[in-house]
């Protein structure tokens, strides 16, 4: 039986807000969504990697305004938004990381690009900025990505928005034709940070990682807690070594965040197209495509997404 | 049987200089060990934790002109200094890691501020540097820093330290009578690297892990190929699920590590008091305290380390 080229992603485990409290959230979210997971099918579809395909999803993510990721990340706590992600192919072990850049809507293209680049897997800071725009990323006035963040703004005009939650990270992975892996992930990181905070969604073993022998895993939530587990590799050594199937393995690993006071999710993918989506949080934005079937997607806590 | 408290101490994995290519290598690196071994275990003699015996031994690490850390680091390729650190606490798994500080010489003391500070687990370029600044942390003028990195030099006089290696990361490990671990990691990283890049000694889960009830990890070389196989949490994994014993997941993810291509080298010690010192390079500073006992220190490749 062939397995079909399978294709995950979501958009941030956290108190989803209700249709009363933020009308505009479930479609803006589901529309991301939506057109995240066109993305990544018109990669797999086309033949293409499983690395593409998660960073092609991302890329819509990042530019959907419902989540904390690219334009709608959130901002601060001296008011900037600053951006961070990271993605790894499961075959290579390849990775590319960026934290903390500013003025580049699309962090996962600049991590895509240090991936590519080889000299190094993770850049910080004005360095990590400065080699954006050296490999051509698109650059955007910082002003724009504040602007466009949620909470208090200047203008009553914005009112609604200052309603809506803030969300969470974005991330994808996927399964190729050929069998292989990725993952990626991106976030504006939490609201009101401080300035240089490095999220987990940067930090490969953390939020994010990949290997074709197990699994491939996007987490978000409460960054800290997923550092100081290492929660993506921890999934993947349970599979490794200690003989968990990939939800258990996910679950046993949410535990361990919550052991710690932490809360978030997670999805995760393996070779033969298995998936999981837990999250300990009132609900996480998700998404699954199985190349040659209807996309399904779930935004509010009470949707239920048959895998 | 009362196990000791115990430190190891290393100053970086690579090609040691011999005697008759650098005469003051082997001194300067001896005398560096056994300052780090004694600043720990005054700690740990007078019944300190851990976490503070590993910061004050790295801090003598960072002073130490023979090592790539704090003074003595290399610089990055605008001829810059920029230093990295994390350390971790094996009994409730907090972390401090810093990235890109510029004008600190003793990024370990910013780690463990961020560490005490509980807001994050990491912060990377000018805001972690800002954040070191507002904790006390000492400041020393950058320029200082650039006039102690190994390499070519503008004065003549200098012309002896241009031909010493440039050393590599510094690092400690230590067991405490209560029992609790933790473990600490300070680099210059590679040299001649670009502005913003993280090391794996600043990634928690790569160089740097602790975990009372499996081990406590500092781990040196080629950076990128430790992030890329989160060497220090993949140690841990097999501990915990893939029954190895100490020595034996050390040297299964350093040749997981070799696999990529990429060589280094780490210490390692567990609850009962078991070390381990694999390297795949041809040597790497290190030094043994059990507290009670003489200091054992090795430097070049010939000699040995009875532990």
Known sequence: MTIPATLLVHGGAGPIPD??????????????L?????????????????????????????????FNAGRGAVRNAEGDVELDAALMEGSRARVGAVSGLRGIAHPIAAARALLDDGRHVMLAGAGAE????????????????IDAAPGERAS??????AARWPGDTVGAVALDASGALAAATSTGG????????????????????????????????QGEYFIRTAFAHGVHALIQ??????????RHMLSEVEALGGHGGC?????????????????????????????????HPEETLRV
């Not at 009553?156 to 928005?161: L, P």
């Not at 200690?242 to 258990?248: Q, S, Y």
């Open 130 to 145: 400065a080699f954006a725009r050296r490999a051509g990323i698109e650059t955007i006035d910082p002003q724009l990505l």
């Open 156 to 161: 009553a005009a914005d009112a609604e928005s």
């Open 241 to 250: 070594h200690g003989r968990r199937d990939l939800e258990g393995a996910c």
């Open 190 to 221: 939490t609201i009101h940070k401080l300035p240089g905070r490095v999220s987990d969604s940067a930090l490969v073993g953390s939020g994010t990682w990949a290997c074709d022998a197990t699994c491939a895993i996007s987490a978000t939530g």
């Open 19 to 32: 249709a009363t409290a933020n009308p505009r959230f479930g479609g803006l979210a589901r529309d991301g």
């Open 267 to 299: 999805i995760a993918l393996d070779r033969l197209g298995h998936v999981a989506l837990p999250f300990n949080t009132a609900g996480m934005p998700r998404g699954l495509l199985r190349v040659g079937e209807p996309a399904r997607i779930a935004v």
């Open 34 to 66: 939506a057109a995240a997971i066109e993305a990544g099918r018109r990669v797999l579809a086309g033949g293409g990697d499983a690395l593409t395909a998660v960073a092609a999803a991302v890329e819509c993510l990042e530019d959907c305004p419902a």
